[in-house]
C-alpha cells in the first residue's frame, strides 16, 4: 500500500500534476521557467532554486535603502523581456520613470496601479487605512484577471500601523487567489507579513553604498552592494548563504 | 389546369442567369439622388442587389417572372417577361420622382453597359448580349470601369481612362471592334488586361454579383413593468439585452465597438452613456460588466423605466493561439480589469508610465495601458545584457518632503526632517552637487523671486507648520506634461546617512530650502 502510494506520488510529482494531491514537496526543475519566475540576478537565481516560485506568494523585505526596489524592478526587467505583463500595486505612489526606465523595463507590458497611501498620515488615518484596501482590493483584481506573468504590492514605506492592521485573512485570500496560476505574486515591505507556505522570503540588507566621482556625467550615487538571504525557503533552503549582489547607478543625464 | 399546378410546369421564364441595372443619370440643374434611394427601388424587387455607387445598382432578378407580369407573359418566352420586370422597375423609379435607364440582359455586365448607354427600358434577347453591345460607343467604358474591375485587376499606371485613351488612340469606336482584336495580340500589347477589357466589351461577367448586405442594426430595448433602481436588477436586464445582440454579433463574426445604453428614467429625462471598447468584443459577461461599471461610476438621476442598448459593430477579432507562447490575458479580461480599477482607484491612477521629453526630476506621463498584446516568441535581451546588475532605483516623493539640512560650503554634513518616518541622521557619504534649471524662460515672476500664486496657496495652507516651509515651495512638479511650466533650479545631492537610509535631497535655489526628493531602495 505505502509503496503504491510513494509510485503514485512520483508519477503525480513527474506529471507536474496538482502539487496539493503530494506529501512530498515538488522536485525543483532548474531553469524551468513555468515554474518559478526568474530574477534576473545569478547568485540570487542559484539560491533560489530558478526563481521565485510561480503560483505562490512571496516577498521581498528589508530595511530602508536595502535594495529592495532595485532587486523588484530588475525582476520586471527581465519579466517583460520575457513577454511576461507586470502589475505593479505602488500603494505609495513612488515609482520613478526614470529608474524604470534604466532597469530596462518594457513600459508598454507594465500596468502601474497607484494607489493613495501616505507615509505621513497625521490627523487622516482612516483615509490612509482606506487606501490601503483600495489598493489591496486592486491587487485582487489583477490577481483574479489571471495570466499576469508578475504582480506586486509594493509596501515598502507604507506605515507600519496601516499594515499590522490588515487581518491575516487578507494574505490567505491572496494566496488562494494565486495558487495554480502561472503568475509570481510579491510583497514587498519591511518585514515579512505574509509569505504563503510554497512561497519565498528574500530578506536584503544593503552592506555598503558607493558615492559617485568627482565625473558629473556619472551617476550621483553608484549603487549599494545588497546582501540577499532567503529565509524559511521550504525544501530550498540547503544553502543558507547570502546571494551577494551589486545595483549601479544610471546616469543622471 | 389551376394556376398553381400551370407555375410548376412552366418552370422559370426568365434565362438563368437574369439581371437587371438601374442607372440614374445625371440631370442638369437637379441636385443628385439620395444614397439610399436605389437600395429602396431594389429592395422593392429582390433581396439579391450590389450597390456599384448611389446612383447605380445591379439586381438579380431571376424568379420574379412568377410575381410580376400577365399571366400570357408565362407561356411566351423569357423575353416578355423581362420588358415586364423592367417596366416595373421604370414605374418604380418614376414613382420615387426620378427618370432612371433600365437595362435588363443574362449578364450583368451587358446590362450595366447598355443601362449607360442607352435611355429608357432595353431588353437583351438571351444569346444576343455581344451583338447589342457591338455598336455601343467604347467611352462608355471610361464610366463603368471603376464598377466592374476589381481594385486588384487595375494598377495606378494603366487606370481605365488611360486604356480608353488608349483605344480611341487605336482608333477603336465602337466595343464590336474592341471585341473583335485578336485576343493573343491585345494581351501581348496591354497584358492581362486585355483580355479582360475584351470580355466587357462582349458583355461577359468577369465576376459575378455579390450582393449588398443591408446594414444590420445591433440593437435591443427592454421597457419595463416595473421600474427599477440599483445596479442587481439592472444586471439581470441587461444581460437579457446582450445575450441575443450577442448571438446576432456572432452569427455575423462581428465584435461591438461601442456600446450605447441609453436609460429613460421615470422622470422622463433620459440618461445615455456611450462606451468606447479597445478591443471588438462580443463576450455578455465582459459587456454588461463593462456597462455595469460606467454606470455604477455615473448612475442615473431616478428609477429606470426603459432600457435601451445599441451596439457598433466592428469587423470580429481574428486570433491564433499557439502552444508555444506564454498566454496573456484576454483583451475581454484586460479591458474588465482596467474598468474594474478605475472604479476602485481613479482612471487617473492606472495605465502604462511613460517618460517626457523633459530635464524635469520626475516628470513622467500615464498612458492608457494596451488591452491587446502580441506573445513573444523571442525573449527580449536585457539591455544591457541580463548578466549586468540592478540599476539603483529611486523612490520619489511626489510631494518633496521638507528637510532640515546643515551644509557646509553648501555640501550636506547631516539631514533631518520633521516629517515622521524620515528620522534622518549626519551624512555618511554624499555625492554631488547636481546642479539642474528648467523653464526659467516660461516663468519670469518666479525667475525674478516673486512667489508665485500656487506658492501662496501653499503658505495659506501650511503656514506655522514647518520652518523650513514647504510653504514657499510651489506644489511638486506635477506628473502632467501641461502642468510643467513653471521653473525649477536646485541642486541636488545623494547623501546617505547614518541610520542607513540614502536620499536624494536638493537645495531649492529659487526658496533657498532644503528638500527630500526621493529615497534610494
Not at chain 2, 435591443?220 to 441587461?238: A, M, Q, R
Amino acid at each position: 500500500m505505502a509503496l503504491a502510494r510513494a509510485a503514485l506520488e512520483s508519477l503525480l510529482r513527474t506529471r507536474q500534476l496538482d502539487k496539493t494531491l503530494t506529501t512530498a514537496l515538488p522536485i525543483d526543475l532548474p531553469g524551468d521557467e513555468y515554474a518559478s519566475g526568474a530574477s534576473g540576478v545569478d547568485e540570487l537565481d542559484a539560491r533560489l532554486g530558478g526563481g521565485l516560485p510561480r503560483g505562490q506568494l512571496s516577498e521581498i523585505v528589508g530595511s530602508r535603502s536595502s535594495g529592495r526596489l532595485s532587486l523588484l524592478l530588475h525582476m520586471a526587467a527581465v519579466a517583460t523581456r520575457r513577454g511576461e505583463l507586470v502589475a505593479i500595486v505602488d500603494a505609495l505612489d513612488m515609482l520613478d520613470v526614470a529608474s524604470l526606465e534604466a532597469a530596462g523595463v518594457v513600459l508598454d507590458r507594465l500596468l502601474w496601479i497607484r494607489g493613495h497611501v501616505v507615509i505621513n498620515p497625521g490627523m487622516s488615518r482612516e483615509l490612509n487605512q482606506r487606501a490601503m484596501e483600495q489598493a489591496l482590493r486592486a491587487l485582487a483584481l489583477v490577481l483574479q484577471a489571471g495570466n499576469f506573468g508578475l504582480v506586486v504590492l509594493d509596501l515598502a514605506e507604507a506605515p507600519i500601523e496601516i499594515v499590522s492592521r490588515l487581518p491575516f485573512t487578507t494574505w490567505l485570500r491572496l494566496q488562494r487567489m494565486v495558487e495554480g496560476s502561472q503568475t509570481v505574486a510579491m510583497l514587498v515591505g519591511c518585514t515579512p507579513i505574509a509569505r504563503s507556505s510554497g512561497g519565498l522570503t528574500v530578506k536584503l540588507g544593503a552592506e555598503g553604498w558607493g558615492p559617485g566621482a568627482g565625473d558629473v556625467r556619472r551617476a550621483l550615487f553608484m549603487g549599494f552592494d545588497v546582501e540577499a538571504r532567503v529565509v524559511r525557503a521550504r525544501a530550498r533552503g540547503q544553502d543558507d548563504a547570502p546571494a551577494r549582489f551589486a545595483t549601479k547607478g544610471h546616469v543622471n543625464v | 389546369m389551376s394556376e398553381g399546378s400551370r407555375l410548376q410546369a412552366s418552370g422559370s421564364r426568365l434565362p438563368s442567369p437574369c439581371y437587371a441595372c438601374v442607372f440614374l443619370p445625371p440631370v442638369t440643374g437637379q441636385p443628385a439622388p439620395e444614397p439610399g434611394l436605389l437600395l429602396e427601388i431594389a429592395q422593392g424587387f429582390s433581396p439579391r442587389y450590389e450597390r456599384h455607387r448611389d446612383d447605380l445598382i445591379s439586381i438579380d432578378v431571376r424568379g420574379l417572372e412568377r410575381f410580376i407580369g400577365s399571366k400570357a407573359n408565362l407561356c411566351c418566352t423569357g423575353e416578355p417577361s423581362m420588358r415586364a420586370i423592367g417596366e416595373e422597375l421604370l414605374r418604380a423609379a418614376e414613382a420615387n420622382g426620378v427618370r432612371a435607364h433600365v437595362a435588363l440582359a443574362r449578364t450583368r455586365m451587358a446590362a450595366l453597359i447598355l443601362a449607360h448607354a442607352r435611355p429608357g427600358l432595353t431588353v437583351v434577347a438571351p444569346g444576343e448580349e455581344a451583338t447589342t453591345l457591338a455598336t455601343v460607343p467604347i467611352a462608355v467604358l471610361t464610366r463603368i470601369a471603376g464598377c466592374v474591375i476589381p481594385p486588384r485587376q487595375t494598377t495606378r499606371d494603366d487606370g481605365s481612362a488611360d486604356i480608353a485613351a488608349l483605344f480611341t488612340q487605336w482608333a477603336l469606336v465602337t466595343l464590336g471592334e474592341l471585341a473583335a482584336l485578336p485576343a493573343d495580340d491585345l494581351t501581348a500589347r496591354i497584358g492581362r488586361q486585355g483580355s479582360v477589357w475584351q470580355a466587357i466589351a462582349r458583355g461577359e461577367d468577369i465576376r459575378p454579383l455579390v450582393p449588398t448586405e443591408p446594414d444590420e442594426r445591433f440593437a435591443g430595448s427592454l421597457e419595463l413593468e416595473w421600474p427599477i433602481d440599483g445596479l442587481e436588477p439592472l444586471s439581470f436586464v441587461l444581460t437579457r439585452l446582450l445575450e441575443p445582440l450577442s448571438t446576432q454579433l456572432e452569427r455575423r463574426d462581428r465584435g461591438a465597438a461601442a456600446l450605447h445604453v441609453t436609460l429613460d428614467l421615470v422622470t422622463r429625462d433620459v440618461h445615455a452613456r456611450h462606451l468606447e471598447l479597445p478591443t471588438p468584443i462580443r463576450d455578455v459577461r465582459t459587456l454588461r460588466t463593462l456597462a455595469l461599471l460606467d454606470i455604477e461610476a455615473h448612475p442615473p438621476a431616478a428609477a429606470i423605466d426603459r432600457i435601451t442598448v445599441v451596439i457598433d459593430p466592428t469587423p470580429g477579432r481574428i486570433v491564433q493561439h499557439t502552444l508555444f507562447t506564454r498566454p496573456l490575458p484576454t483583451p475581454e479580461q484586460l479591458s474588465t480589469l482596467l474598468a474594474r480599477l478605475g472604479a476602485v482607484m481613479g482612471q487617473d491612477r492606472i495605465g502604462a508610465p511613460a517618460p517626457i521629453d523633459t530635464y524635469r526630476p520626475g516628470a513622467f506621463a500615464m498612458r492608457a495601458f494596451a488591452t491587446e498584446h502580441r506573445p513573444q516568441t523571442q525573449p527580449q535581451p536585457l539591455v544591457p545584457s541580463s548578466q549586468s546588475p540592478a540599476a539603483s532605483a529611486l523612490r520619489r516623493c511626489r510631494q518633496p518632503v521638507p528637510a532640515r539640512v546643515i551644509a557646509k560650503a553648501g555640501q550636506p554634513l547631516r539631514v533631518t526632517s520633521d516629517r515622521r518616518g524620515y528620522a534622518g541622521g549626519s551624512v555618511v557619504t554624499a555625492a554631488g552637487p547636481w546642479r539642474t534649471s528648467g523653464d526659467w524662460w516660461a516663468d519670469g515672476a518666479e525667475r525674478a523671486g516673486e512667489p508665485s500664486k500656487a506658492g501662496e496657496a501653499g503658505r495659506a495652507g501650511e503656514a506655522g507648520r514647518e520652518k523650513h516651509s514647504a510653504l514657499s515651495y510651489p506644489p511638486h512638479p506635477p506628473y502632467l506634461p501641461h502642468l510643467t511650466c513653471s521653473a525649477w533650479s536646485r541642486t541636488e545631492w545623494d547623501v546617505a546617512l547614518s541610520d542607513g537610509a540614502v536620499y536624494r535631497v536638493f537645495h531649492d535655489e529659487l526658496r533657498d530650502a532644503w528638500f527630500i526628493d526621493g529615497i534610494f531602495d
